[in-house]
């Protein structure tokens, strides 16, 4: 009895395990730039040298999505279960620490550790992390509870056609666009109702401190709202401190703003436009893919024939952009609309431009702000 109950134990454990790695695993995959993404937030955010592994994360964002679904899948069919529980072991003995890291110093908003598809805070995502940590300490001491079901070819097969499976479909996402997209600038999205605040949306509470010092002793002192020297001659106002205590409502855009390189607000002409309006958004020049700038001028010439607004979205600076043209029209002989960039490139904030399309180039049309069409560039 006691050896049944401890079998039982032990494969919930390990279920519990598998799952959660195989689901973090699918939805890192389904969008491996997401990852990369947030992996370049947080070397950006550690600073120093962190930020000379900048180069590398994709390629960790790759190793950490195919270990996770390669464990949770030999972790589900209960292969080598005795060393996917130490490896299970040791990467939260690495996680856990790092997110209550992350947890205490918030240099990012969330984790990333489910994508887009569940957004944790940086505690919910350490709590949780205690949980599993737990659980992997648990199937570490039963797991020879649990006998072995394959022989190692057949574990090596598994194992093996998990890793397949897991990198091809990183690579098919990678050359077109996520499978599922779970940003809010998904298509039939509107963009300007997800940029509305309800009229009973919860307000941002701040806490304010007023400092003050006294014109006799020369001390400055801390004061609330409700006890400051209102009107009180001995005491000069220095300065103000407000700290942000309750998070209000933020609607799920709140930071797409397009400015022409006259820096001119042209967000609203390109959300009310009844004619579709095609933006192609590159957020980084220095990174985008040159080789595509042609489909880029053939997606122009069309919007010309249509007579359809076509704009380039970028985070690139003005010199950039200048640079970017000028070896496009020079070294490619790509001319339109290339020779004229006042005109066709825009810039947007870069984190934006890297949510609304997981592509370096990519586009997306709207009509009535509502995205119709969403695509990679290598794709047209």
């Not at 709590?127 to 199937?139: E, F, R």
């Not at 590159?282 to 489909?295: A, E, F, G, P, S």
């Not at 070896?327 to 490139?345: L, R, T, W």
């Given at each position: 009895m006691k050896s049944k109950t401890l079998h039982i134990?032990?494969?919930c454990a390990r279920t519990l395990l598998a799952l959660t790695f195989i689901f973090s695993g699918l939805v890192k995959a389904i969008d491996p730039l997401g990852t990369t993404y947030k992996i370049e937030d947080y070397l950006k955010a550690f600073g120093g040298l962190f930020t000379l592994l900048l180069p590398l994360a994709e390629y960790a964002a790759w190793t950490l999505i195919a270990l996770e679904f390669v464990l949770g899948v030999c972790m589900l069919l209960n292969v080598r279960t005795g060393l996917t529980s130490r490896l299970t072991l040791l990467f939260y003995c690495v996680m856990t620490p790092l997110t209550l890291y992350i947890a205490l110093r918030n240099p990012v908003s969330d984790c990333g550790c489910f994508g887009d598809a569940l957004v944790l805070t940086n505690w919910q995502t350490f709590w949780k992390n205690v949980v599993l940590i737990s659980l992997s300490v648990l199937l570490l001491c039963l797991h020879r509870n649990i006998p072995a079901s394959f022989h190692l070819k057949s574990e090596l097969r598994i194992a093996g056609g998990a890793l397949l499976i897991v990198l091809a479909l990183m690579t098919w996402t990678r050359l077109h666009l996520p499978l599922l997209d779970f940003r809010p600038y998904k298509i039939g999205n509107n963009i300007p109702e997800l940029m509305e605040i309800p009229d009973d949306a919860p307000q941002p509470q701040y806490s304010v401190t007023l400092l003050y010092r006294n014109t006799e002793t020369g001390k400055v002192q801390e004061f609330t709202l409700q006890d400051y020297?209102?009107?009180?001659?001995?005491?000069?106002?220095?300065?103000?401190?407000?700290?942000?205590?309750?998070?209000?409502?933020e609607p799920p855009i709140h930071d797409f703003e397009?400015?022409?390189m006259d820096f001119e607000d042209i967000t609203e002409d390109?959300?009310?436009?009844?004619?579709?309006?095609?933006l192609v958004i590159m957020y980084d020049l220095n990174k985008t893919d040159n080789d595509l700038m042609d489909r880029v001028a053939d997606i122009y010439r069309t919007c010309q024939d249509r007579q359809q607004p076509f704009y380039i979205l970028t985070g690139s600076g003005e010199?950039?952009?200048?640079?970017?043209c000028f070896d496009i029209c020079n070294e490619m002989g790509v001319k339109p609309p290339f020779n004229n960039p006042a005109q066709y490139f825009c810039t947007c904030d870069p984190v934006t431009l890297k949510t609304i399309v997981r592509a370096n180039p990519g586009a997306i049309v709207l009509e009535n702000g509502t995205i119709i069409d969403k695509y990679n560039i290598r794709n047209k």
């Amino acid at each position: 009895m006691k050896s049944k109950t401890l079998h039982i134990i032990a494969s919930c454990a390990r279920t519990l395990l598998a799952l959660t790695f195989i689901f973090s695993g699918l939805v890192k995959a389904i969008d491996p730039l997401g990852t990369t993404y947030k992996i370049e937030d947080y070397l950006k955010a550690f600073g120093g040298l962190f930020t000379l592994l900048l180069p590398l994360a994709e390629y960790a964002a790759w190793t950490l999505i195919a270990l996770e679904f390669v464990l949770g899948v030999c972790m589900l069919l209960n292969v080598r279960t005795g060393l996917t529980s130490r490896l299970t072991l040791l990467f939260y003995c690495v996680m856990t620490p790092l997110t209550l890291y992350i947890a205490l110093r918030n240099p990012v908003s969330d984790c990333g550790c489910f994508g887009d598809a569940l957004v944790l805070t940086n505690w919910q995502t350490f709590w949780k992390n205690v949980v599993l940590i737990s659980l992997s300490v648990l199937l570490l001491c039963l797991h020879r509870n649990i006998p072995a079901s394959f022989h190692l070819k057949s574990e090596l097969r598994i194992a093996g056609g998990a890793l397949l499976i897991v990198l091809a479909l990183m690579t098919w996402t990678r050359l077109h666009l996520p499978l599922l997209d779970f940003r809010p600038y998904k298509i039939g999205n509107n963009i300007p109702e997800l940029m509305e605040i309800p009229d009973d949306a919860p307000q941002p509470q701040y806490s304010v401190t007023l400092l003050y010092r006294n014109t006799e002793t020369g001390k400055v002192q801390e004061f609330t709202l409700q006890d400051y020297p209102k009107n009180d001659p001995l005491w000069v106002f220095e300065d103000q401190k407000s700290v942000l205590v309750v998070k209000g409502y933020e609607p799920p855009i709140h930071d797409f703003e397009i400015l022409t390189m006259d820096f001119e607000d042209i967000t609203e002409d390109i959300l009310y436009s009844e004619t579709p309006v095609t933006l192609v958004i590159m957020y980084d020049l220095n990174k985008t893919d040159n080789d595509l700038m042609d489909r880029v001028a053939d997606i122009y010439r069309t919007c010309q024939d249509r007579q359809q607004p076509f704009y380039i979205l970028t985070g690139s600076g003005e010199e950039d952009i200048e640079s970017f043209c000028f070896d496009i029209c020079n070294e490619m002989g790509v001319k339109p609309p290339f020779n004229n960039p006042a005109q066709y490139f825009c810039t947007c904030d870069p984190v934006t431009l890297k949510t609304i399309v997981r592509a370096n180039p990519g586009a997306i049309v709207l009509e009535n702000g509502t995205i119709i069409d969403k695509y990679n560039i290598r794709n047209k």
